[in-house]
């Protein structure tokens, strides 16, 4: 157990501290929010507050390697906990991908400076989704986005080298990324044109689009850039005090990155257009539009390094997961396998990001994010219910930190303010994106929803012909 909280602090911000404000909010604003995506932000961050300060207990309650795959073991048990897993695996692995995608944008644009440019077959998906008369259309195009590819394996190779190698690149990138972060706020609010921010909350344009139905979706959507404090809880088997440091380092972790996704979403909406925002790299665009080349180069470069840190603390806390799932015998041995060496989880990491790199290659933002965000949602559903089954049931487990505003026992279940606030919100999150999936199904994109049940599918007879079974006998 070598990590404290300084280190857990900087992994949270590492996790954190990346897709939300360099892809994903350029997407939020432009589809669904408009200049209100401030608000999404905010109402992202309550409910991921409620949620973290559930992980938080949650953590030092059950200080195990595995998070939220851990605490809904031990309380509503393996079955559901494999589910609540084999979602998390969904969530880290495209989570890595959506990154990588999100960096070869940053990276073709900083080449493009330099006048460098990135071919668009070995640059973009070789799945895209292109508007059409009645909807959305599949098109193949030919393509494959080997630049995403490499950045997912590259990341995976340096978490393989060991946890202390792989924490100090993170935290060189997690103190660069902030630097640039916070230059891009103080020099672009200097330049921000007031007009862009009118009107702040666009008229609806049916569905989804804009309105308080789109502020209300783009949260949902943004749920998923604070993931970050999910990778601290999986470290509590490697943290020198779990009880104290996982708390600190989530919470902390936290409030950091929503100060500064919210800062950033004012002074990106008030730079440029928000229907110009639907780009892989919208920081990027914003900075070309001030019209420094040379700041633009620095800005580009801490988004690259803000990117990469994720990727990094990603595939730490994906193999962790992997670790605590193959430990109980519902994943193959080779999750669970330390190198002789270097003491890491060497075969998963290079593993998982060989995953995660098909999907790069393959996939587009737009399918990605949906994926995400609708499981994240669900996920954090779970882990409040778990915080409410453990203090009913087992309360003798309870740990040094407690979710504040207390609670009431109803019938021998004790209902906490925390966490059934956390269940309402989660469970709110989910309900845009369900709605937004099955109006993109009937419009004819049927692909998201497709992945969904055929991963679904594939983690039902996984867990049925081969998990359970190897289960009982470690159990036994």
Same mark, same amino acid.
């Given at each position: 157990?070598? $990590? *404290? %909280?300084?280190?857990? #602090?900087?992994?949270? !911000? /590492?996790?954190? &501290?990346? =897709? ?63 589910? $609540? *897993? %084999?979602?998390?695996? #969904?969530?880290?692995? !495209? /989570?890595?991908? &959506?990154? =990588? ?73 997690? !103190?660069?990324?902030? &630097? ?79 100060? &500064? ?216």
């Amino acid at each position: 157990m070598r $990590l *404290g %909280w300084p280190a857990l #602090l900087v992994l949270g !911000v /590492a996790q954190i &501290l990346g =897709a939300g404000v360099y892809v994903l909010i350029g997407t939020a604003a432009s589809l669904y929010a408009g200049p209100a995506v401030t608000v999404s932000f905010v109402i992202a961050g309550v409910a991921c507050l409620l949620v973290g300060l559930c992980y938080a207990e949650l953590s030092s309650s059950v200080p195990e390697s595995g998070s939220a795959y851990s605490y809904c073991k031990h309380t509503l048990g393996i079955g559901p906990a494999w589910a $609540l *897993g %084999w979602l998390l695996f #969904l969530e880290f692995s !495209v /989570a890595a991908s &959506l990154l =990588a995608v999100g960096f070869s944008g940053y990276l073709g644009s900083l080449l493009g400076d330099l006048g460098i440019v990135l071919p668009v077959a070995i640059s973009t998906p070789a799945i895209q989704l292109l508007p059409a008369t009645n909807g959305a259309s599949l098109t193949v195009t030919g393509h494959t986005n080997l630049v995403a590819a490499f950045a997912v394996l590259c990341a995976g190779a340096i978490v393989a080298m060991g946890t202390s190698r792989s924490s100090l690149a993170n935290t060189i990138l997690v !103190v660069v990324k902030v &630097l640039v972060l916070v230059a891009f706020i103080t020099v672009g609010a200097t330049e921000v044109d007031p007009a862009n921010w009118t009107p702040f909350v666009p008229p609806n344009e049916g569905g989804f689009t804009y309105g308080w139905e789109g502020v209300m979706r783009a949260a949902a959507l943004l749920f998923f850039a604070f993931l970050g404090f999910e990778t601290v809880s999986t470290a509590a088997a490697e943290t020198r005090n779990p009880q104290r440091d996982v708390p600190i380092g989530i919470l902390g972790s936290l409030a950091i990155c929503a100060t &500064l996704y919210v800062l950033a979403a004012i002074v990106l909406t008030g730079l440029v257009p928000f229907r110009d925002l639907d780009v892989p790299d919208p920081i990027a665009l914003a900075v070309d539009r001030i019209g420094w080349p040379q700041f633009a180069v620095v800005i580009k470069i801490g988004a690259l390094a803000g990117l990469a840190s994720v990727l990094l603390a990603n595939a730490f806390g994906h193999s962790r997961v992997c670790y605590a799932m193959s430990r109980d015998g519902l994943l193959p041995d080779l999750f669970s396998r330390l190198h002789p060496v270097r003491n890491s989880l060497a075969g998963a990491n290079l593993l998982l990001a060989a995953l995660a790199a098909i999907n790069a290659a393959l996939l587009p933002i737009s399918v990605m994010a949906d994926l995400i965000s609708f499981g994240v949602a669900l996920m954090f559903a779970m882990v409040a219910i778990s915080l409410i089954r453990i203090r009913s049931t087992e309360p003798e487990r309870i740990g040094r930190f407690r979710v504040p505003l207390g609670g009431v026992r109803l019938f021998g279940i004790w209902f906490g303010v925390v966490p059934v606030g956390a269940t309402v919100l989660s469970f709110a999150m989910t309900l845009p994106v369900a709605l937004d999936l099955m109006q993109q199904a009937l419009a004819g994109d049927l692909l998201p929803v497709f992945l969904l049940l055929v991963y679904a599918l594939t983690g039902g007879l996984i867990y049925r012909f081969y998990g359970r079974a190897r289960s009982r006998r470690r159990t036994a």
